[in-house]
Structure formats: structure tokens, C-alpha cells
């Protein structure tokens, strides 16, 4: 069924585990992440970057995502991941996604707490989530580019005032994470996320998520840390089953039997998380 993200998110953070939020730019990536959740029964979060929604387009990707959530037998939100624009984040929630996130960390600190105060009142009004940024994640997510020189972590005296005036129902927070593949091994700031989750006492996001070593994931969950998003690992899942499956069978130009063993080793990947997380056993 599907459900707003809150929902979901409220169970994880009075219970210390956290939901997978996986990125989707089409059928075979929805159906990798739903039969992984109904396998592990764990509820699960589809969402759509900007560049998924370029790509695939609104109606598509919000069909697809009501379409699964509705056959699914655990909870499913649909999300829209960093969403920068006002106009956009609207259309999402027409199309019917049951959450939203308004990513206004390019700006300073009220202009941040403006744009999320605006989106959050309409939001609000027809029952969507919202989740915002704060502080500045550094990598690449599609057309989010932010160098690592400019990348800065979350002051947790601004969340508090950040989450008091905006009344916004998660948070993203920088703490060592960025989009992409990692040169080297991300360190994450423990304490600032247990600082954090003292002061705002809400659900706390953690982006760039894919290549995390296991051991700071399980930290950062039982510290606070209750959406996990991935799309990075999802992506290399896809593309090197596909290179291998043609290495064995360059003849081979069926679409189904080239995406099948993609679709699968994504499957594998999103159980494995949903295990780390420990959203399987939830739904
Ligand atoms: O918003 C999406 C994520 O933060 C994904 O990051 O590609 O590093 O897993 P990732
Ligand atoms: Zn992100």
C-alpha cells in the first residue's frame, strides 16, 4: 500500500532502525526494490532524483510508483529526491507522491528555512511528507554537483532552529557522506549525528549512503540515522550484470534476458541493506 513517508519514518525512529530509500528511473529497478521488501518484509521508499524524473518523466515514474505501491503487501512511499524547485516539488505531489523533499541547502540558512516553510504549508495541507537539508553534502547526484572544498557539515544549533521553525518532519544531515562512488573511505562524524538526534528528536536522512562500510552504517542507525538512501550501488549492481551477462552472450539482443540479471543483482543488493538497516522483519 501505499503510504506517506512519515509513516514509515515515525515507526523507524521510536523503534532505532532505518528504511532504505533506493532511487528508481525505471520498471525493472521498481520491481528489483519491491519483491526485495516483500521477501524481507520491510517497508521501503521509492524515489525519484531530478534526473530520474528528466529522464523517465513525472507521469511514468509516478504511475509505475503508485502501481507498485498499491500491489505491494508491505508499506511503499513515493519520494521526490532533492527537489530544488517549488514548482517541481507541486508536481510531484499532484502526480501523487506521498512525499516529498525540498533540498534548499544551496541556500544560507533562512533562505533554506524559507523555501522549506513555503513547500511544507501546501505539503502539509494534503497529508505529504516532507524531508529537507540541511548543512551541504558533497559528490554529484545527477545535476546536484557540490565540491568537496564546499561541502559542510551540519551545525546542530542551526538544526534545532531549523526543524523548530519549519516543523518539517525529517532531515537530512551532512556528517562525512557524499553522493557517488568514494575515493577513499567516507568518515563519518558520529558524535554530530548523536548531537543532532538529541536536539531535533525527529527522523535524520543520510544521503550518499552507497560504498559506506557496514560498521558506520550500523552506528549511525542506532544513532539516530532513520532513512538510508542508495542509488550509487544500485547503479553498479545494474550496469555490471548487464557487461557481464554480454561478455558471456554477446549475440544474445533480448531486452528481457539482458535486464534480468540486472534486475536481480539489485535484488540481492537491496536485501543485504535491508537486513543492515534493519527494516526487514517491519513492515
Ligand atoms: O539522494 C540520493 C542519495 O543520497 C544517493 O547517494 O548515490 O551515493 O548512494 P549514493
Ligand atoms: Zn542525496
Redesign the pocket.
Known sequence: MLVTGIEILQDAHKNNYAVG?F?VNNMEIVQAIIEAAEETNSPVIL?A?QGGLKYAGVEYIAALGKLAAEKAKVPVALHL??GTDFDQVMLCIRHGFSSV?IDGSRFELEGNIAITKKVIEVAHAVGVSVEAELGK?G?T?DDIVVDERDATFTDPKEAKKFVEETNVDYLAIAVG?????YKGEPKLDFERIKTIKEMVNIPLV??????VPKEAIEKAVSLGINKI???????MAFSNAIKDFLKENPDNIDPRKILGPAKEAMKEIIKEKMELFGSAGRA
Not at 177 to 181: D, E, I, P, R, S
Open positions: 530509500a532511487n524515489q532524483s529526491d532533492h523533499m553534502i559528490g547526484e557522506t557524499a553522493h557517488g562512488v543520510l544521503h550518499g549512503s552507497s560504498g538512501n542508495i542509488d550509487t550501488d544500485l547503479r
